[in-house]
């Protein structure tokens, strides 16, 4: 037997540090993939990593190769927009691809809560594969676990996460600090929540009222928002969506505990 791994890197990595406050212990991470993908007796052909690899922790992409996986860089936006489900439909490509060009591979095991991957699982059922879903309890859609053969749970193995220590904080604060479309972005929210004349600030109106403003600075802008709400100076939320009560909307709240947006307001 054999088993291919894919992992939906960022899914997994925004888990980690939304739901636990914490950030990947990457060595433990990948011993904890590695022992459940061969706890079957199958020999391990292959690990890929999907995710944008140019947001987030510098020099991961040769800390992914250093380990043993092969990161597969994946845009996620241009200058005009966000490419909403541009990871996941690279992912099931490549899955789809496996499947059909190494026969020989009869196991696979996903890392990733995603229900967007239950059009590849029926593929790989009919197929008679072997199918196992390592994910975390609260964020893997229930759907995809009724279809896997088997779900691990990873928050089986709390050493694979890590607390963000202080010095690395005040490094990231002193990042975001230096840019100054973050300073705008920190701005424009205090400003509006100041204003106090929504029941709440939407994600995609802030984002096109900002692009509206700075409309030389598409990019930088974007850039931005993405940072402030990856390093949390932006608290994301659903809300219901007045145009369609089926569909949720996203809303968000300056996170003034933030040290980043403290130096900002206070200066």
């Not at 939906?8 to 459940?36: C, H, M, P, Y």
């Not at 859609?141 to 089986?156: A, K, Y």
């Not at 230096?178 to 424009?188: K, L, M, P």
Request: aromatic share 10%.
């Amino acid at each position: 037997m054999f088993v291919c791994v894919f992992i939906d890197w960022e899914n997994v990595e925004k888990t980690a540090k939304q739901e636990f406050g914490s950030v990947l212990n990457f060595e433990e991470f990948v011993q904890v993939i590695r022992s459940v993908a061969t706890s079957n007796g199958s020999r391990l052909v292959g690990i890929q990593a999907y995710g944008d690899f140019d947001k987030g922790t510098a020099g991961l992409m040769s800390t992914l190769i250093n380990l043993g996986i092969e990161p597969r860089h994946v845009v996620t936006k241009t200058a005009q927009e966000y490419l909403k489900g541009s990871t996941d439909i690279e992912l099931s490509l490549d899955i789809l691809e496996t499947m059909y060009n190494y026969p020989h591979i009869t196991d696979f095991l996903f890392v990733s809560g995603d229900s967007d991957l239950r059009h590849v699982i029926k593929r790989l059922q009919k197929l008679g594969k072997n199918l196992r879903l390592l994910g975390f309890k609260t964020h893997t859609s229930q759907f995809i676990i009724d279809m896997v053969n088997e779900f691990i749970l990873l928050d089986d193995y709390p050493n694979i996460m890590r607390k963000v220590t202080q010095t690395e904080k005040e490094q990231m604060t002193l990042l975001l600090l230096s840019n100054e479309y973050v300073r705008i972005v920190i701005e424009h929210v205090d400003r509006l929540e100041k204003m106090n004349n929504k029941d709440f600030i939407g994600l995609n109106y802030l984002r096109k009222r900002l692009i509206d403003h700075y409309k030389d600075s598409v990019t930088q802008i974007s850039d931005a928002l993405t940072h402030c709400i990856d390093y949390e100076i932006l608290n994301i939320y659903q809300v219901p969506n007045p145009n369609d009560p089926k569909y949720p909307t996203r809303a968000l709240k300056l996170n003034r505990e933030n040290q980043a947006v403290q130096y900002v307001l206070n200066k």
